[in-house]
Each structure stands twice: as structure tokens, then as C-alpha cells.
């Protein structure tokens, strides 16, 4: 009998364990179901509909190339599986465990009414394996990423199969033109264009990061240089797994265990939504269910949220850093923590509003990634960082050497000195056509302290 291939973040077939192992059972029916209709599913931004797109568009080819083809399907993932399946006379169903809430839930009423079998291969480990010497989940991230080292290398991982069977004749498939992923917007993604969506793309970006993986640590932090993998989109949607990675870069020599160690935070996020599944909406820590954050009500605070959005706070590394966002989808970590913090602290806006603009803009969006970010930044989450570590964006920006990222970024700034493009204010050269800081910097963390001090 044929065997469903339930596909979600996991667009590949190399080191696939559900594939392979339905493979292995009979004919393959590759199934990927867009389901914006369960209201507990978040339903995923405009950038991560963009990558989708083009990523299932290049697996479809991919699995063209073995005589196989991916059907697609709209609705509730348990009724479209289930119609798919009595089409086809299959009763089981193969798939790489997911865990955000929503994905745990559908997994649950798939079970219902198909024979589900569930495999990992997403993370270097699966979440909730790795805890601490009393069988507890760890909180904080470094004791977690010393215990996951200890079970490290991850497997090796498997080669794609040599034979997909194809039924002998395919289900109903909706035509990915019809699901109108793509913004409707000309000029939006435009300046995607350096992405590659899909399996050949995310083995491109490691072949190129072989070279500057042995300088990670040096390099990760500064903006205006290409030091990391931007391998986020690629791994979020599974075009390659964390295991794949890992032994490829492993042997890269100087600081690759660094490197490493940012693929460990990516698992450590999966671990924290486990225990917490509502982190991206609720504060890890109670007492600052009570912050006074500044009400969104007022005309002042959305407009101050719009200039972040749009880069044009008076903060040039973080006004660099929303037009990296809005123009490519992706921003430097280093300035994703920076215009975070800014958003926060200087701004006083609730982090939860910051969170769901990342996680339309992101093509990288991820729910445990983007949660635990945003909640570490805000010193609202279950580890350790505090809310008084005020962040200073222009030193920040000094420190990491952002003078030409700046210049990319924010044109209207090009001309100026190394000296003076950090705080072009301060400097006496502003530009006309740049905005005034939206406050100071010393005014801002003195109202963010106050704020917290009152929830003590
Ligand atoms: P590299 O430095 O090459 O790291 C390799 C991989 O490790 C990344 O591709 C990613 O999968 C993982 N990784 C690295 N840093 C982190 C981290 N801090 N947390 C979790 N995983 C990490 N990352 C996302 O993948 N999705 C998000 O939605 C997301 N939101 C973020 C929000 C904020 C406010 C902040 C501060 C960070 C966020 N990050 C998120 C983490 C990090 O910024 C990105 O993973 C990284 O910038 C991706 O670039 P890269 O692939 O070149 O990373």
C-alpha cells in the first residue's frame, strides 16, 4: 500500500528520516498541507510565505527528479491527510516531529485518524532529551549546551534514497500559484534576490561558509562583514539538517566550536517552548505582567513603533538594521539584539509587538527562536539575563566597527566620516533628510530603569 510523507519545516530528502523510513514501507505520497485555517496554527508572515513558495517549489523538483512529485493541499491538516490517504488506500503516515504547540496539537489529531509515525532529525538532539541529573528541563542555556556537547557528534546523517516509488496514480494537488504566497507588492522581496530557497541553495551557503568558519568568533559580531553562515531560513525550514551541518563544519579548525555553539542555541530555543509553549505571548517571568509599558493606544507610541519598523529612529545602527530587515528579510544577529533592546528599553514598547514584526519580516521566522531572543533581550524570560542591562546602541556601534554597514544601509548617511556616522546628532552633521533621535540616550535608560524599579 502507498505511504503518506508528511512534510512541514523539513523540505529535503537528504537526511530524512521520515522519507526514508517511508521508503522503505512502498509507494511515497509526498503531502505538504498549507492548514491557515486551525486558529490555534500561527500563521506564518509574509516573508516566511515568500521562502515557502520557492522552497516547495524547488522540493517538487527535486522529487520530480525520482519519478515522484509533492501534492498540495489547503485546509486542517488531519481532514486533508485523511481525505489523501482513503484516495490512495493508505493508512500510515510518516513524519519529522515538530514542536511548536500548534504542530504538537495537529500531530495529535492526525493519530487520531491515521496510523502516525513520527521521527526526529531537526535538531541536534530532540528537544526535551537532554536534562539536567534530576530528569529536569534546563533553563539556562550554558549548563544545557555543556550537557548536549556530551551527547555530540549528532548521528551521521543519511543519504537521500536511491528510489522513490511512485502510486500509480497521484491524489489531487492544488496548483502553489492558486495559494498566492507571494506578496502582492512589486517592489517587496525584491531585495530577496541573494537567497536560494531549497536544498542546493542551503548546501551552497555551506560550502561557502566552509571558508569562514574556522574565523567565526572573530568575525560574527561585526556587521559589515560576512562571518556567519546565514544559514537561519535554510535550517528553520529544514532544508538541510542541524546534523548535515554540523559534521561538515566540525573539522573547520579555529573557532568553529563557537559556531557550534549557535546551533546548540537553536535547540536550547526548541527546549524552552517545550516547557513553555506560550513563550512567544507570555513574560517567562510574572512580575513583569505588571511593567508599565507605553500604551500602544497613544498616536506618540505607534508612531515611534512605525519609525523602528521603518528605520528611521535617529539611531543609525539600528535604522541599518530595520531596512536590512525590510530589504532582505534577515538582519546581523549582533543588530537584531540592538534594535530589540532599542525597541524595549529605549522605546519602553512591550516586546511582544517587536516579536510579531520580526516574525512577519523574518524569512527566518521561527516561534522558539524568535520567542526566546526577544525574551532574553527583554530580560523577561526564564534565564538569566536582566532588564537593567541596558544596552547603548552608539557605542554598540563603534565597538562592532558598523560604519559601512551603516553607509549600505542608510544612504542618506554615506558621506559622513567613520567618526561621525555613528551619531551623526552628536556630531553637528545630521543630515536634513535624516530624522532627529526619537530620545536620548541617557533620558531613555533612566525611564526604563524607573519603569522597572516600580515592579520590584
Ligand atoms: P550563524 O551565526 O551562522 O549561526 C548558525 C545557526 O545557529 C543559525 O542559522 C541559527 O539556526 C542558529 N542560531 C544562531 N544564533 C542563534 C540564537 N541566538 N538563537 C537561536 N538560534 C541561533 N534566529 C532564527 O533562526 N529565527 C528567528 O526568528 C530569530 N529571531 C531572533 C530575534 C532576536 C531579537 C534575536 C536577537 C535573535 C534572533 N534569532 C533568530 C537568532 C539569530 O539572530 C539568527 O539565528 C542568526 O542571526 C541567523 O544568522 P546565521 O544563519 O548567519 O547565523
Redesign the pocket.
Known amino acids: 500500500d502507498p505511504v503518506l510523507l508528511w512534510l512541514r519545516r523539513d523540505l529535503r530528502l537528504s537526511d530524512q528520516r521520515a522519507l526514508v523510513a517511508a521508503a522503505h514501507e512502498g509507494p511515497v505520497v509526498p503531502v505538504y498541507v498549507l492548514d491557515d485555517d486551525t486558529a490555534q496554527h500561527r500563521k506564518m508572515g509574509a516573508a516566511s510565505r515568500w521562502w515557502l513558495h520557492h522552497s516547495l517549489k524547488s522540493l517538487d523538483a527535486s522529487l520530480r527528479e525520482k519519478g515522484s512529485r509533492l501534492i498540495l493541499r489547503r485546509g486542517r491538516c488531519e481532514e486533508e491527510l485523511a481525505q489523501v490517504a482513503e484516495a490512495m488506500g493508505a493508512t500510515r503516515v510518516h513524519c519529522i516531529r515538530h514542536y511548536e504547540p500548534w504542530w504538537r496539537n495537529a500531530e495529535r489529531a492526525v493519530a487520531k485518524v491515521l496510523d502516525l509515525c513520527c521521527h526526529d532529525g531537526n535538531y541536534l538532539r530532540p528537544p526535551g532529551m537532554v536534562t539536567t541529573q534530576s530528569g529536569d528541563p534546563y533553563k539556562i542555556y550554558t549548563p544545557f549546551w555543556r550537557a548536549l556537547k556530551e551527547v555530540m557528534p549528532p548521528d551521521e546523517p543519511l543519504e537521500r534514497p536511491h528510489r522513490i516509488d511512485a502510486p500509480d496514480q497521484w491524489p489531487e494537488s492544488d496548483d502553489l500559484n492558486e495559494w498566492k504566497l507571494l506578496p502582492t507588492s512589486p517592489n517587496w522581496a525584491k531585495g530577496f534576490s541573494d537567497w536560494e530557497p531549497g536544498e542546493s541553495g542551503a548546501r551552497k551557503r555551506i560550502d561557502a561558509f566552509l571558508n569562514a568558519a574556522a574565523e567565526y568568533d572573530g568575525q560574527?559580531d561585526l556587521p559589515g562583514v560576512e562571518g556567519?553562515?546565514?544559514?537561519?531560513p535554510h535550517?528553520?525550514f529544514g532544508e538541510v539538517s542541524p546534523g548535515y551541518v554540523w559534521h561538515r563544519t566540525a573539522d573547520a579548525g579555529g573557532s568553529v566550536d563557537v559556531?557550534l555553539g549557535?546551533?546548540g542555541?537553536?535547540d536550547y530555543?526548541q527546549n524552552v517552548i517545550l516547557q513553555f509553549p506560550k513563550y512567544a505571548s507570555e513574560n517567562a517571568r510574572e512580575r513583569f505582567d505588571d511593567f508599565n509599558w507605553r500604551d500602544f493606544r497613544s498616536s506618540t507610541v505607534r508612531d515611534e513603533f512605525d519609525a523602528w519598523k521603518a528605520g528611521r529612529t535617529g539611531y543609525p545602527i539600528v535604522d541599518a538594521g530595520m531596512r536590512q530587515l525590510w530589504a532582505t528579510g534577515w538582519m546581523?544577529?549582533r543588530v537584531?539584539?540592538i534594535a530589540?533592546s532599542f525597541l524595549i528599553k529605549h522605546l519602553l514598547i512591550d516586546w511582544r509587538e517587536g516579536e510579531k514584526w520580526?516574525w512577519d519580516t523574518?524569512v527566518?521566522?521561527?516561534y522558539a527562536?524568535?520567542a526566546?531572543?526577544?525574551q532574553w533581550?527583554s530580560g523577561t524570560g526564564i534565564d538569566s539575563n536582566m532588564f537593567g542591562r541596558i544596552m547603548a546602541p552608539l557605542k554598540q556601534s563603534e565597538k562592532f566597527g558598523a560604519a559601512d554597514y551603516i553607509r549600505l544601509w542608510v544612504p542618506e548617511l554615506a558621506d559622513l566620516s567613520d567618526d561621525a556616522i555613528h551619531d551623526p546628532e552628536a556630531a553637528g552633521c545630521r543630515p536634513d533628510d535624516y530624522p532627529e533621535k526619537l530620545i536620548g540616550h541617557k533620558p531613555a535608560r533612566e525611564r526604563a530603569l524607573a519603569a522597572n524599579s516600580k515592579i520590584r
Do not use: G, I, K, P
Open positions: 560574527r556567519t553562515s546565514r544559514l537561519s535550517l528553520h559556531f549557535e546551533l542555541w537553536r530555543a546581523h544577529n537584531r539584539m530589540a520580526f523574518l527566518d521566522a521561527d527562536s524568535n526566546t531572543n526577544w533581550v
